[in-house]
């Protein structure tokens, strides 16, 4: 009797213990495994993965560019540094796409992100055109150059302004086969559609020349009739700057830049120092649609050389052309 008890108590026992070591096994998994993904964020730990396949296809990347890529539109790490433009909140360095990897060689270096600042959002896409697209652009503007105009915020129309003093023009939008291939990439960096944007405008400022601070986006109606408000820019640097012509936010809730390579204009607010193939993608909305006032900027004057530059405004609606 003693020994049928025995028995009949053991398969009841069973299934409780194989649950209960089951359980505590995958606790286990589960505790690991979410460690592990918060180590490669934060670029603690990293394993070497072929992810494109053997190494003539392109180089290797860690599984922790693997992971942050799968949670950004490519791969990022994460690092606090100091540089040119100031002392920095932080910056994400990523390799921005497959394309980018393909050129880097013909981009002069690895294409990567720089967060600036959060207030305003501001990136710079480092390495974001070729040296060959940006001449290409110059040459296709210079015999068009004509002085810039500003909008005038009662009639929403252009006006003459001594504000402004550089010259530029616009480019239609599609207009050839580079414009496209430049326009397409614009899309897949910022995630807003090629329909959204206006036409490329190139810049050209020579010494003494600059843009006061101002907002991108409009306080009439006039101009948000097509494609409603601007939402964001990338302000496109075609050519290096020997002295002054720096991107200044005023009013960006950040340190002040203070490098001993930049000008006394750029020193009175976040600055980012012009450099050919840099881009610069800075938000005039916030996230819940509202105008963002700290994205107020200028171009500062351009103490040495020649500034050469190409803006793409981009709205919130589709921009009809």
Known sequence: MATMARLTRHPRLLPGRRSSSLTLILVVLLTVSVVLLMLLALGIFSLPVDSDGPAKHGPRRS?????????FPVGASIGRSNGSVGVRLGSLRFRSSEFCRRNALEHGGD?????????PRAFIYHNFMSQKE????????????????????????????????????????????????????????????????????????????????HFDYFTDEFNTQNGGQRIATLLMYLSDVEEGGETVFPSAKFNRSSSAELSECAKKGLSVKPKIGDALLFWSMKPDATLDPSSLHGGCPVIQGNKWS???????????T
């Open 111 to 119: 294409q990567w992100t720089e967060q600036v600042s959060w207030e």
């Open 63 to 71: 599984v922790h560019e693997a992971y942050v890529e799968l949670f």
């Open 310 to 320: 190409a803006t793409k405004w981009m709205r919130v609606h589709e921009y009809r």
């Open 134 to 213: 940006c001449e290409y652009l110059i040459e296709l503007a210079k015999p068009h150059m004509q002085k810039s105009t500003v909008v005038d915020s009662a009639t929403g129309r252009s006006k003459d302004s001594r504000v402004r003093t550089s010259a530029g023009m616009f480019l239609r939008r599609g207009q050839d086969k580079i414009i496209r291939t430049i326009e397409k990439r614009i899309a897949d960096f910022t995630f807003i559609p090629v329909e959204h944007g206006e036409g490329l405008q190139v810049l050209h400022y020579e010494v003494g020349q600059k843009y006061e601070s």
